[in-house]
């Protein structure tokens, strides 16, 4: 085991204008889960292959431990992968599978077998060692896959995506499994998603990527309360929080036929930037349905009922023409409204979220 830390690492792929990774500066302690989270094309999977060897590094560093490895070959590098698709060969069986790599290194038969029954009965695969991939469900290949990982003993994991050719529900099952596993074998794990609700449950921080950029490494909570910019804001939550520009009058928010106050300092830091508007974001439970003359007026868009939640997405009256729902308000699941309804909704005090609107950094 041991710590992890990325050296303001850039990757530049030929013939590409900007880089694909620019200047990532992480450090990550020994033990510690740190999940890459962003959008597609933002970088993530460049900066685990970067650490894996299988990309180059331009510029920067990448340290393992006390070893600056940014050069060495990946089999010097003391990390193992687990790959999205699994990698596993379709000729072997799962024992045979997981313990190719000890075999590939000169590790005694005894060794490689003690080593393989331990993954196996920490993975509950005791059962599954002669079969072959072939006759296993998805869940039991990404098992065997972790297992490949296991038995070799790295300083640090590397996971690309391992969920994502799981079903929906297997997925919420499987995540909580890896997040136990990786809790108990203390391994410093670097985990790739594009889903951050999977980035949330499972870091014990979370690093957002956008373009290539680090927007903020925090943990999932940091993330959810303060978020540092309108980027991480939009993305971090589910549902999202809609962010919309909306004009600063006398310290106030106009926020459809409502005032909302700012607080002093972001109205100074407005001010400074001779700004006159604000981008506000609401989380969905920050917002309450109330009676006419205590809110501002929203047409309802949709209603989504999820059991044991219920989302009312709409439109603020008088605020400027979106292309998508302005709000986003949890509600009370015994009396939805209908589509088309107007319905009038309160942002708690000191719930909403300002950030500039020339920069989308947040605002104190």
Known sequence: MATVSYEQATRVYPGTGAPAVDGLDIHIDDGEFLVLVGPSGCGKSTSL???????????????IGDRDVTHLAPGKRDVAMVFQSYALYPHMSVAENMGFALEMAKVSKDERVRRVREAARILDLESYLGRKPKALSGGQRQRVAMGRAIVRQPQAFLMDEPLSNLDAKLRVSTRSQIAELQRRLGVTTVYVTHDQVEAMTMGDRVAVLKDGLLQQCDTPLG???????????????????????FTVTDGHARVGE??????????????????????????????DLVGPSEGFPVTVRLVEELGADTYLYGSITGAAEFDGPDIVARIDQDRPPRIG?????????????????????RLA
Not at 225 to 244: C, D, L, T, Y
Not at 260 to 287: H, I, W
Not at 341 to 361: K, N
């Open 341 to 361: 309804d107007t319905v009038h909704l309160r942002v708690r005090p000191g719930q909403e979220h300002a950030f500039s609107p020339a920069t989308g950094v």
């Open 49 to 63: 292959r970067m650490l894996a060897g299988l990309e180059d590094v331009d510029q920067g560093t990448i340290r």
């Open 258 to 287: 409502l005032d909302v106050a700012l607080s002093r300092s972001v109205v100074d830091q407005l001010a400074a930037e001779d700004a006159t508007s604000v981008l506000l974001g609401f989380r969905p439970e920050s917002v």
């Open 223 to 245: 993330l959810y309360r303060r978020p540092a910019n309108a980027f991480v804001a939009g993305f971090i939550g589910s549902p999202a929080m809609k962010i919309r520009e």
